[in-house]
């Protein structure tokens, strides 16, 4: 069974940065795609980042140019580097990985959410 564990949330002022981490642990074979949501109050769970083979990276419109997205394999870690932080970036983060287990099995782990406010 893959487990996720966040860490790195918390409270920023406007214009300051975070930087949120995501450790997978379990019998993980390869991680093929990891991506990091968010859910803000009243409002859907949006996709923020995602990184696909380590290599491809994508960002919602919103977050592009002040957002980072990255993760090493061996050491089964995922990073989000927020910075320039917005009021509006004040959401629910979770992270999402998905690849090869034990056996080949396919798994795709969703992390269980941390707190970000961004206000002065």
């Known amino acids: 069974q893959v487990k996720l564990v966040e860490s790195g949330g918390g409270l920023a002022q406007p214009g300051g940065s975070l930087r949120l981490s995501c450790v997978a642990s379990?019998?993980?074979?390869?991680?093929?795609?990891v991506k990091w949501f968010r859910q803000a109050p009243g409002k859907e769970r949006e996709l923020v980042a995602r990184l696909r083979g380590g290599i491809s990276s994508e960002y919602s419109p919103s977050v592009k140019g002040r957002f980072v997205i990255s993760g090493q394999n061996a050491s089964r870690t995922v990073h989000l580097q927020m910075g320039s932080l917005k009021p509006e970036d004040t959401a629910v983060y979770f992270c999402n990985v998905a690849g090869w287990s034990s056996g080949w099995n396919s798994f795709d782990t969703w992390g269980q959410g941390m707190q970000v406010i961004v206000s002065s």
């Open positions: 379990g019998s993980i074979i390869h991680i093929t795609e």
